[in-house]
T-cell receptor, first 113, second 110 residues
Framework: DAEITQSPRHKITETGRQVTLACHQTWNHNNMFWYRQDLGHGLRLIHYSYGVQDTNKGEVSDGYSVSRSNTEDLPLTLESAASSQTSVYFC????????????FGQGTRLTVV | TQLLEQSPQFLSIQEGENLTVYCNSSSVFSSLQWYRQEPGEGPVLLVTVVTGGEVKKLKRLTFQFGDARKDSSLHITAAQPGDTGLYLCAGGAAGNKLTFGGGTRVLVKP
């Protein structure tokens, strides 16, 4: 069965360190998204991609970057982790065109100490 | 930036009672989706509504899209403990980008 997986599920890192969160999907979807979820804010879009070599900034992109070298993967990098980036991160993918369902990974809980 | 506000933020009811969750915006959306999220999991799509005034039913869940496509509601009839979870509305825009509301946490007590 097709799926979308995130790793690691839990990560503790120190302030100032670079951290990369992995997202891998086997749906063969062109669209991939990264969100962060914090209490009271729902899900906020960090970055998204519509295909290989395409990346775009979302509403809360400062301090984050992504790259899309293939269809399956969209890693999210925190350049220099800050305590404000402690959150649960979700990756999602969807098919191109029209109204499509977004499939979410199980999330990565990141703590920056 | 398009914003979606959900109310209430938290709802605790007894099994068998009915509940309604609201999702409101000052912006028009091309579509509105409802997701349910359980602890430790990602959101899972329940329904998509696209036409103003549209009503969709999924067993005991009824979803409505406002005539002006700015608001939506989710009504659960005779709630069961299995309905417990975080309910999220999401407005669809160009490029399949979704704008999420803050979520409504529902607790159904047996």
């Amino acid at each position: 069965d097709a799926e979308i997986t995130q790793s690691p599920r839990h990560k503790i890192t120190e302030t100032g360190r670079q951290v990369t969160l992995a997202c891998h999907q086997t749906w063969n979807h062109n669209n991939m998204f990264w969100y962060r979820q914090d209490l009271g804010h729902g899900l906020r879009l960090i970055h998204y991609s519509y295909g290989v070599q395409d990346t775009n900034k979302g509403e809360v992109s400062d301090g984050y970057s992504v790259s899309r070298s293939n269809t399956e993967d969209l890693p999210l990098t925190l350049e220099s982790a800050a305590s404000s980036q402690t959150s649960v991160y979700f990756c999602a993918s969807s098919a191109s065109g029209g109204l499509t369902e977004a499939f979410f990974g199980q999330g990565t809980r990141l703590t920056v100490v | 930036t398009q914003l979606l506000e959900q109310s209430p933020q938290f709802l605790s009811i007894q099994e068998g009672e009915n509940l309604t969750v609201y999702c409101n915006s000052s912006s028009v959306f091309s579509s509105l989706q409802w997701y349910r999220q359980e602890p430790g999991e990602g959101p899972v799509l329940l329904v998509t509504v696209v036409t103003g005034g549209e009503v969709k039913k999924l067993k005991r869940l009824t979803f409505q899209f406002g005539d002006a496509r700015k608001d939506s509601s989710l009504h659960i009839t005779a709630a069961q403990p299995g309905d417990t979870g975080l309910y999220l509305c999401a407005g669809g825009a160009a490029g399949n980008k979704l704008t999420f509301g803050g979520g409504t946490r529902v607790l159904v007590k047996p």
